[in-house]
């Protein structure tokens, strides 16, 4: 029978080839020997090792036996997932392969292969045939291959401008600053294009979502798993169709967790186990689940596991590609007591997101001891999985099988969206708390919308509306507040809807998303006119005053500017006064042929935010007061100034900031000819914006290294930063800055001997002046323009 000759398989010593195949080298033949012993603490311990041994073979090497090749012991127990003793230092985000990983070294040794040669593949497979698995081992086996890192994202349960901000933050950088898809993605680009690093992107199911993630360099490559074999087209990757387990590996890991005495020692129940394997399509997650249950029910034969299975898939009555997962879920579900059933139905609510004990206590409103013990029984089960040290999670299927026997639980997802509002409410500024619980926050959100929870859809969104702005969750606040601004329509509160909409133009503004902002400003201004809203006056025009400053429409925006600072005053606002008051000495700063109006109300600007104690504030008007300094040719005021801003940046621990300081010291440092105390602090700076992502800053320190270059004779190296520049200013629209990279490019190729040249770049440079008004910039191209 089927079940004696897989015994005698897994028994009896494998016969010697030698036997019959005279020709073979001794140390081939002695590789085969070991890879085919019995007791795995003598087998070869990784497809690397025979790999590393057939090479040998191979090349030649003079060996008699494969423990001559093989030169380093195997280890006690095979595991496909394990890295290399000298792992590299980069990061290593993938999880685990899971304890019984059986039955994928062929196809985990073609795709360690495949990964060296193509740069994109895709795993492809119908849920619960292993996927996720396989890609873990693979991440594991490569490790060392891959010296700067392995980056994994779940692309199911996280946004793509979330996974970018973290893989970034994997490298130490902070691009949380970055306000756009497209911003994460360019600098997360540059970061990965020299590094030899592997991404891998699970539960793919939008091509157009994968797409911005694609960012390995020529170094790297990219794997992915998806159920779907035209999003892997989509993408062009080498598409790796993931196979059943072969009907000895179900076995196999039938072996694996019950033992091979209760499997294989009775006919019957080896007979059985082949059954099982046979009824749930060889399916690891099918094969796993019913193993655990058998586990957990010692005195339950397979021959009755078999027979419940066959009843199970009868009742369903499910296609072929559902009723193995299905069946088995059913079994594992009717088994659990009512207590389990009913909390993990109710973990249902975090579809398929890690959540901690204490959230899953507060949405089953059970003891938290209770909820523990209970999820401890679950994850023996397999029916939910630990996630690093506190967390848990389910798989995405058994995540949809539990939503189904929840149902319609407004009680359940009422629960779990007040607690996250408490969450929210009591870690505003605990980035450590809020950072694992982003995805689980937004979902809140959602809940509470889909429940018609207007007021708590509110409640949430202004608990954690400054947190998603001050830690760059901006796709998470867009979406927050289009469910809030409907949640404000349906309770009738204009109030409430005037609040929603200034949060999010100011998301917009943040995101250069002016004319979005502006309608949205416009409605929140009307409303608060007609409440006689004085405070929601002063902040909407105010704000409008930004986009017009940012637009280079100054007139307009001090007229709105001025507004604001009315309306404050009248209503006591201290800090949108303050700063109205700093963006209107901005404004002068721009437009005015001197700096006497600029000097006076920033200096005003400064005494409001010290008597509010607005530190940030502070900083920013000891930059610009330096700014009116270094006009003035007053250098060593300016040097105070900015050494001033720096001061504070550090004590508040405002890396940018403090990046901001250096920038201007660079220039004051420069002008002093002091160069190699302005180069030092340049490269500073340069390291902060980098690693932040912020290509503006970024280009601005570079337009001061240029500088430099060309004042210590060296304009050669001076036109090719100068080039560097005015890309990253085309690149990101930046128009005042791109044309004072194209005044320096002027006088560049004037050093150069390249009148013409120098003519082109001062006349583009002026007409980008004239449009943004700009009286300093462009007094500056006349002169050089008359000269």
């Known amino acids: 029978t089927s079940a004696a000759t897989l015994m005698a398989i897994l028994q009896e010593p494998a016969p010697d080839i030698r036997a019959i195949r005279h020709d073979l080298p001794p140390a081939l033949a002695d590789l085969l020997a070991h890879m085919l012993v019995k007791d795995k603490n003598g087998r070869i311990g990784s497809v690397r090792l025979v790999g590393a041994a057939l090479e040998a073979i191979m090349k030649?090497?003079?060996?008699?036996?494969?423990?001559?090749?093989?030169?380093?012991?195997?280890?006690?127990?095979?595991?496909?997932?394990?890295?290399?003793?000298?792992?590299?230092?980069?990061?290593?985000?993938?999880?685990?392969?899971?304890?019984?990983?059986?039955?994928?070294?062929?196809?985990?040794?073609?795709?360690?292969?495949?990964?060296?040669?193509?740069?994109?593949?895709?795993?492809?497979?119908?849920?619960?045939?292993?996927?996720?698995?396989?890609?873990?081992?693979?991440?594991?086996?490569?490790?060392?291959?891959f010296a700067d890192g392995v980056l994994w994202a779940n692309t199911h349960t996280s946004e793509p401008s979330n996974i970018l901000e973290l893989w970034g933050r994997a490298y130490d950088h902070d691009f949380s600053g970055l306000t756009d898809l497209a911003s994460r993605e360019t600098a997360v680009r540059s970061l990965l294009v020299d590094k030899q690093a592997l991404l891998v992107l699970d539960n793919v199911d939008d091509a157009a979502e994968a797409r911005p993630l694609l960012l390995h360099g020529s170094r790297g490559a990219a794997l992915l798993t998806t159920r779907n074999l035209d999003i892997a087209s989509a993408l062009n990757a080498h598409a790796f169709v993931v196979p059943e387990l072969s009907a000895e590996s179900s076995v196999a890991l039938l072996v694996e967790v019950l033992g091979e005495a209760r499997v294989l020692d009775d006919p019957n129940e080896a007979a059985a186990a082949e059954q099982i394997g046979d009824l749930l399509h060889h399916l690891p997650l099918a094969v796993e689940i019913a193993a655990q249950r058998l586990k957990s029910r010692a005195r339950m034969t397979l021959a009755a596991m078999a027979r419940r299975l066959q009843d199970e898939q009868q009742r369903l009555g499910l296609a072929i590609s559902d009723s193995a997962v299905r069946a088995s879920f059913e079994v594992s579900w009717e088994a659990l007591d009512e207590e389990l059933q009913t909390l993990f139905a109710k973990i249902a609510v975090f579809g398929g997101r890690p959540f901690t004990v204490e959230a899953l206590a507060a949405v089953a409103d059970w003891n938290i001891y209770l909820a523990e013990d209970d999820l401890y029984t679950l994850t023996t089960l397999s029916l939910v999985q630990e996630v690093g040290e506190t967390r848990y999670k389910q798989h995405p299927l058994l995540a949809d099988f539990a939503a189904e026997k929840l149902g319609d639980n407004d009680e359940a997802n009422g629960r779990m969206a007040r607690y996250f509002l408490k969450f929210a409410q009591e870690n505003q500024e605990n980035f450590e708390a809020l950072d694992p619980e982003w995805e689980n926050l937004l979902a809140a959100v959602q809940v509470a919308h889909q429940e018609r929870a207007w007021q708590l859809v509110l409640d949430l969104t202004g608990a954690l509306g400054r947190s998603w702005f001050r830690y760059g969750r901006y796709h998470d606040a867009n979406t927050a507040y289009a469910l809030a601004e409907t949640a404000a329509q349906q309770l009738d509160s204009d109030e409430a809807l005037a609040h929603i909409l200034l949060n999010w133009a100011e998301v917009g503004i943040e995101q250069s998303r002016y004319d979005e902002a502006w309608g949205w400003l416009e409605t929140a201004v009307n409303i608060y006119y007609r409440l006689e809203d004085g405070t929601g006056i002063a902040k909407s025009c105010y704000f409008q005053g930004c986009i017009l400053f940012d637009q280079g429409h100054y007139p307009d925006a001090e007229r709105e500017l001025q507004q604001s600072i009315a309306f404050a005053s009248q209503t006591n606002e201290k800090e949108v006064e303050a700063n109205a008051t700093e963006q209107l000495a901005r404004v002068y700063f721009e437009i005015d042929d001197n700096t006497d109006r600029a000097r006076q109300v920033a200096e005003q600007a400064m005494e409001m935010h010290q008597t509010i104690e607005n530190q940030f504030g502070q900083t920013k008007m000891h930059r610009l007061l330096s700014n009116i300094e270094i006009r003035n040719g007053n250098l060593d005021q300016a040097k105070k100034q900015a050494a001033r801003a720096k001061e504070i940046s550090s004590r508040i621990q405002d890396p940018v900031e403090e990046g901001l300081a250096n920038y201007l010291l660079v220039g004051i440092y420069s002008m002093q000819e002091a160069y190699e105390k302005a180069d030092l602090l340049a490269e500073e700076s340069l390291d902060v914006f980098r690693r932040r992502g912020n290509k503006r800053y970024e280009a601005m320190v570079l337009n001061e290294i240029s500088l430099n270059y060309l004042a210590l004779g060296n304009p050669e190296k001076s036109l090719e930063i100068t080039q560097q520049t005015l890309q990253i200013f085309r690149q990101i629209e930046e128009r005042l800055g791109y044309a004072y990279a194209m005044r320096h490019l002027g006088d560049i190729y004037r050093k150069l001997g390249q009148p013409q040249q120098s003519l082109k770049a001062w006349q583009e440079a002026k007409q980008i002046a004239e449009f943004l008004n700009h009286s300093h910039l462009l007094g500056q191209l006349e002169n050089r323009l008359g000269a």
Do not use: C, Y
């Open 60 to 145: 030649g090497v003079q060996a008699g036996t494969a423990d001559e090749i093989v030169l380093q012991p195997p280890p006690a127990t095979p595991n496909f997932a394990a890295p290399a003793p000298a792992a590299p230092s980069g990061p290593f985000q993938a999880p685990n392969a899971p304890p019984h990983f059986v039955g994928r070294a062929v196809a985990l040794a073609e795709l360690v292969d495949l990964l060296k040669r193509e740069q994109v593949v895709a795993l492809v497979g119908m849920g619960g045939i292993g996927k996720t698995s396989l890609a873990a081992a693979v991440a594991g086996q490569l490790r060392i291959h």
